[in-house]
């Protein structure tokens, strides 16, 4: 790569693109790597502050930027992800489906390790539109050592897919709603219709309602039933705290369900349970579910209708970032909550 100046520069290669800001009104490629300058180009790139270019010389051993940012951008190529044009210098990782996101963090430390390489995603398990922007990455010099690419190529290899998005299934949901005040008619039923909102809202639907006193062998022939007529998914509401009636964890659990866990280190929505019994997913949601914006729920929900595993561990990790600031108004997932 040379420097020349831009008034001797007719005839000769841009060696990269070069951006133009006008604020307000335009941010974008004024002209593209690769460009032959004319005579008439002079003036623009000296109203954009070029008085000096950079022409096109590259070694043996060395990449373009925008070969270099390319090359990363497949590294992190998963499943369901699609990629952008190069612009300048500059590859986008986008989603493919409409789905949940999973990244390898650790994979995206350890290629950041590599000088001049810069790789910037958003946080992981987070339900993302087709054609969303995920990620985006580019080397940080105009010409980059090859070298640093293959050492990024081989980190990929060792941990791939780095960026992937799951689909998340239609499943059929069963919710049973306890509480002997609601099964009375005491209050009406509040609850369900939140729980309908939000799996509707990731395309599953509700195929039915049991409301049941806080009664253990109720809860229980509930969770059979809903099983029996094909549910996929069994959501309990309420009942799951330390109070005489709250009987649900108990007899979630006296089914003899495989439970990843009672309690969550997430708030709100630390009494939340998580079991499977006979193969089917049971999720037990406290109270807060109910009246706040953002609980653990909604943390969990997409990776149990995604299919992505979750274990014992997976749950101790929402802890950090787990605490919501319950703002006003909510603007989940835009901020740190689950992150
Ligand atoms: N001493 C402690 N107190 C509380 C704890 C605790 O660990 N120790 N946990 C707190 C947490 S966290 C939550 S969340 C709440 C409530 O948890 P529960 O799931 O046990 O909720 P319930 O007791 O069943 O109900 C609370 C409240 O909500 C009303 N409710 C329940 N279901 C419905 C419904 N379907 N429709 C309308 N309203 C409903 C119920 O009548 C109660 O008023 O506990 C904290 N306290
Ligand atoms: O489970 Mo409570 O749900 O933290 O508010």
Redesign the pocket.
Known sequence: MREIKTKDAIGQVLAHDLTKIVPGRFKGRAFKKGHIIRQGDVEELLSMGKEHIYILEIKEGQLHEDDAAMRLANCLKGPNIELSETSEGKVNILAGINGLLKINREAIIAMNTVPDIAIATLHSNRVVKQGEKLAGTRAVPLVIEEEKIRTVETIADNFAPVISVMPIRSLKIGII???S??YKGR??????PVVKRKVEALGSKVIDQIFVP?DVKEIQSAVNKLIDVGAELIIT???????P??R?PGAIKGLGAELITYGTPV?????LLLAYHRGIPVM???????YEKSTSFDLILPRVLANDPVNREDIAELGYGGLCTTCDPCVYPHCSFGK
């Open positions: 709603t306890t509480g005040e609601v209050i009406p039923d509040k609850f369900g806080d509401t309420g009942g799951m705290s330390v109070d009636d709250d649900t708030l709100p929505g630390s009494m037990g949601l406290p109270g807060c579910v109910m």
